[in-house]
T-cell receptor, first 114, second 112 residues
Framework: DTGVSQNPRHKITKRGQNVTFRCDPI?????LYWYRQTLGQGPEFLTY????????KSRLLSDRFSAERPKGSFSTLEIQRTEQGDSAMYLC????????????FGSGTRLTVV | QQQVKQSPQSLIVQKGGISIINCAYE??????FPWYQQFPGKGPALLIA?????SEKKEGRFTISFNKSAKQFSLHIMDSQPGDSATYFC???????????FGAGTRLFVKA
């Protein structure tokens, strides 16, 4: 399977705990994006990497959120001190640097904070 | 200026009918307008996309109509099938692929 892979698919955590999600993009894609999707809404931009460089972060990404993409390959998104409002689907997408601009999304990680 | 407004929120269409979903954007700097299809439990999948230098693009049963002066674009699904039942998102971004802004989505149900 050469698509975008996200792990875990589901995560249930208690409020206040830290969680980390992983994304493996399509290997030829230089760009990697994290989006958050809540029920009944469209994906909201969180952050974007070109290779290992994090080039933009949304205001939605509070200081409890951190994302990394070491060596420009896989990426991790960590949420510290989770809150109930963090419950959402976290989507990762990748795209080539050149091209038509469309994303390939993974199936997401659904986070439930109890 | 970053918003993309999508309507309707939900749509029920008979099998074989035409499904029409509309979107409007504000930022004239956008130059790439994709539509994504999402099934439950899956991430959105790119369906079709258009750039503002053309007014219409057709791929199979799916057509995008684009009105640059009105800053509006729409998705038409011809001969709608039950398998088309999904949530559809319009979006606006840049051909470089950076920071696409999504609409709130339209839940389409095609009755058999």
């Amino acid at each position: 399977d050469t698509g975008v892979s996200q792990n875990p698919r589901h995560k249930i955590t208690k409020r206040g705990q830290n969680v980390t999600f992983r994304c493996d993009p399509i290997s030829e894609h230089n760009r990697l994006y994290w989006y958050r999707q809540t029920l009944g809404q469209g994906p909201e931009f969180l952050t974007y990497f070109q290779n290992e460089a994090q080039l933009e972060k949304s205001r939605l990404l509070s200081d409890r959120f951190s994302a990394e993409r070491p060596k420009g390959s896989f990426s991790t998104l960590e949420i510290q001190r989770t809150e109930q409002g963090d419950s959402a689907m976290y989507l990762c997408a990748s795209s080539p640097t050149q091209g038509v601009g469309g994303y390939t999304f993974g199936s997401g990680t659904r986070l439930t904070v109890v | 200026q970053q918003q993309v407004k999508q309507s309707p929120q939900s749509l029920i269409v008979q099998k074989g009918g035409i499904s029409i979903i509309n979107c409007a954007y504000e930022n004239t700097a956008f130059d790439y307008f994709p539509w994504y299809q999402q099934f439950p439990g899956k991430g959105p999948a790119l369906l079709i996309a258009i750039r503002p230098d053309v007014s219409e693009k057709k791929e199979g049963r799916f057509t995008i109509s684009f009105n640059k002066s009105a800053k509006q674009f729409s998705l038409h699904i011809m001969d709608s099938q039950p398998g088309d039942s999904a949530t559809y998102f319009c979006a606006a971004g840049h051909t470089g692929g950076f920071k696409t802004i999504f609409g709130a989505g339209t839940r389409l149900f095609v009755k058999a």
